[in-house]
């Protein structure tokens, strides 16, 4: 539609602003954002890391942009937590280069460090110690100045919520105030980049809502990149941009949206009175189905079809739902396994076991 199309052309162009405005308004707010996004604040080339001849990461390459959430998913034993700790200074690369703010994670790794937080897959807290003697204990590692280790204390408790816990021995908070904690901890020298190894494992879910609702506090409030390890697939959803890892290789990096357009389908579960005149117009429009005792599925290729034989049988449908495709479909279409398969699970059992074990001992 031209400007001059428009019905209401007496109003303001405030009011009413051509529509090819609109259109380049948007499009110069769509550059904007990509313009902004597209810096990237972590690149990895070529990253290879073997464990003598084991190699549990192989040859991966992938950037992650400034002020973004970007999360990696894999199952069990797929690589994450060896390409955190070596973007993080702990391990050294096999090959390839890794670079933090410009700063090179092998040759630079003071650098780095300076730029980062990290949030470790296990408590490193000292439970035994108030979470403020903790924080303390970080503050000095970082070289903090002693006049701002107060205020950044109080900055940070308040990030996370937990400032009337200050003065508490960390043995006496919850798992999921002590992950808080952690991410506190991992905030104090104001890092450009927080990683956070599985920030959410082992939480109960209003937990892990709680946790999360943290994170995205932090990137939208602080512009501070956030880089996470999970392997529910479910918490990626909300990500900016995601990497699935397995068996060492990235085999997917886009947006969660994107990423489910490409692999996955929209599955309807459809209930009607008359299944042989359902069936008839699904035939009819060439609509692939599956009859179950009570509904029919169908993966829906063709919304506009569908629609058609909704439209004709409306009367008659009993119950409709509509499932999204997911984060785990994606996997379980490129892979052709669940991302919890047999070994995950029987790993995770062991992993279970042991906490069990350690519960235990304390
Ligand atoms: N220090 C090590 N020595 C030898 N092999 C290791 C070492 N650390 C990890 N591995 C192996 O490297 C592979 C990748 O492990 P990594 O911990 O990076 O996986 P992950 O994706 O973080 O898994 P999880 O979800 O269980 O934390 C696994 O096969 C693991 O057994
Ligand atoms: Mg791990």
Request: proline fraction near 3%.
């Amino acid at each position: 539609m031209s400007h001059s199309c428009r019905k209401d052309k007496g109003k303001s162009l405030k009011e009413n602003p051509p529509v090819e405005w609109e259109n380049e308004f948007m499009w110069r707010i769509r550059a904007e954002r990509a313009r902004v996004k597209m810096n990237p604040i972590i690149e990895v080339k070529g990253f290879t890391k073997k464990y003598g001849d084991f190699a549990a990461v192989k040859n991966i390459s992938f950037t992650v942009d400034e002020g973004s959430v970007f999360a990696f998913l894999g199952p069990n034993g797929a690589g994450k937590s060896t390409t955190i700790n070596t973007l993080c200074t702990i391990f050294d690369k096999t090959e390839g280069e890794l670079f933090i703010a410009g700063k090179n994670a092998h040759t630079q790794k003071n650098q780095v460090r300076s730029a980062i937080g990290v949030v470790f897959q296990d408590s490193t807290l000292d439970k035994k110690m108030t979470v403020e003697e903790n924080l303390k204990m970080h503050c000095v590692f970082y070289k903090v100045p002693k006049n701002e280790v107060e205020e950044r204390i109080t900055f940070v408790l308040t990030l996370v919520d937990l400032l009337g816990w200050r003065k508490k021995t960390v043995s006496a908070l919850s798992g999921g105030m002590k992950r808080r904690v952690e991410i506190a901890r991992g905030l104090i020298h104001y890092p450009k980049v927080l990683f956070l190894d599985e920030p959410t494992t082992g939480l109960d879910p209003q937990t892990r809502a709680h946790v999360w609702e943290y994170i995205f506090r932090l990137q939208k409030e602080k512009n501070i990149t956030i880089f996470l390890t999970t392997h529910y697939m479910d918490e990626a959803e909300n990500c900016d941009k995601v990497a699935i890892m397995d068996h060492g290789k990235i085999i997917a990096y886009d947006t969660p949206f994107a990423l489910k357009k490409q692999y996955t389908k929209d599955r309807a579960y459809i209930t009607v009175a008359n299944p042989a005149a359902f069936e008839q117009s699904l035939n009819r429009e060439g609509i692939n189905y599956i009859k179950k005792e009570n509904y029919h599925r169908i993966d829906v290729d063709d919304n506009a079809k569908l629609l058609q034989v909704l439209a004709e049988c409306k009367d008659g449908i009993k119950d409709i739902e509509i499932r999204k495709g997911t984060l785990n479909d994606v996997f379980l279409e490129i892979t052709g396994r669940e991302i919890r398969d047999t070994d995950n699970e029987t790993k995770t059992q062991e992993t279970q076991k042991k906490q069990k074990i350690k519960r235990g001992r304390k």
